[in-house]
């Protein structure tokens, strides 16, 4: 076996910086001196073979290396994407502030209660007591966006958005669609459901696997927003957006519309938490409720108006 040694690196002092050398009969490791090393040609480096550098292979960069991207220690890029990715988005629109959509994903839209009354699914028949919301949201969304485009300006404002998905979510969408708005969606990666809606601004439909990231986007640019009736996940929404308010750490003014009292009231009793101590009384003036699309308009827009479009520019 042939035997590579830095003859400089144990102790053997010969004139040339680095000698290399090749043993062909001792079998290591044994004491090396000057006496059992033949001298024969440069083969190899510590026994290892010669790796050919082959400049014709292409090399992917980090960046565009998916593996890694996906991988435990791209998870920081990851992250960076889904905060510059849409911050590079919102600005080349020119998209100041939103206003932010939430609700359940389930209520049909009318073409879809259609289908519903005329099916046999009787389970799904439930849903048609809550296909109004899905109208109330639409022209809530249109209204909004007719009176948004009317504004001063260069940038855009108050902007619907809303998770990007079906209910509610398209519905809003949708009405700002037809008012010939912007729709922005932000959409999060879920096994178990659809996402998307074709009424989302096509550039303006981004996709997000991180929950936070997402909830960051919704709440950042949001100078409104409004809450229909929902599950699980509306309920996270509402509640952390509340905790974010009454805690101080959302400093901005922020009108909030909980959309349809009798619902709401149903699901949770804000006056119990009230009465228990678990809230003040004052954290009942953090949101408005409305039952019809006409006081949550004017409630809005008069609650815009005050807090972002007074002064001489204006």
């Not at 939430?102 to 005329?118: C, L, Q, T």
């Not at 959409?187 to 696997?209: A, C, Q, W």
């Amino acid at each position: 076996m042939n035997s590579i040694i830095f003859l400089n690196l144990i102790g053997l002092h010969y004139p040339a910086n680095i000698l290399i050398y090749q043993e062909s009969k001792l079998q290591f490791p044994l004491p090396l001196t000057p006496h059992n090393i033949k001298v024969a040609s440069v083969i190899n480096l510590f026994q290892l073979p010669v790796m050919k550098n082959n400049n014709n292979r292409k090399r992917d960069k980090f960046y565009e290396d998916l593996t890694f991207q996906k991988s435990s220690e791209g998870r920081p890029s990851r992250l960076m994407s889904e905060y510059f990715g849409p911050l590079r988005l919102f600005r080349k629109y020119k998209i100041k502030d939103t206003i932010v959509f939430f609700g359940s994903a389930r209520i049909p839209s009318p073409e879809e209660a259609k289908e519903i009354r005329d099916s046999n699914a009787t389970d799904k028949k439930g849903l048609l007591k809550l296909a109004d919301y899905y109208q109330q949201a639409r022209e809530l969304a249109n209204r909004l966006t007719k009176w948004s485009k009317g504004l001063k300006g260069t940038s855009h404002r108050f902007i619907v958005t809303s998770g990007g998905g079906g209910g509610i979510m398209e519905a809003a969408s949708r009405g700002a669609s037809e008012a010939e708005g912007y729709a922005v969606g932000l959409n999060i990666s879920l096994p178990f459901e659809p996402h998307g809606n074709r009424y989302v601004t096509k550039d303006l439909d981004m996709e997000f696997h991180y929950f936070f990231m997402r909830k960051f986007w919704f709440l950042y640019l949001a100078k409104a927003l409004v809450i229909f009736p929902g599950g699980f996940g509306t309920l996270d929404e509402l509640m952390e957006l509340l905790t974010l308010v009454q805690t101080g750490k959302m400093t901005k003014k922020l009108p909030i519309v909980i959309f349809d009292r009798p619902y709401w009231e149903d699901v949770i009793n804000f006056k119990a938490m009230a009465e228990h101590g678990t809230i003040s009384k004052e954290d009942l003036k953090l949101f408005h409720f409305s039952d019809t699309v006409d006081d949550a308009f004017d409630f809005l827009t008069r609650e815009l108006t005050k807090e972002h479009l007074t002064g001489k520019n204006f």
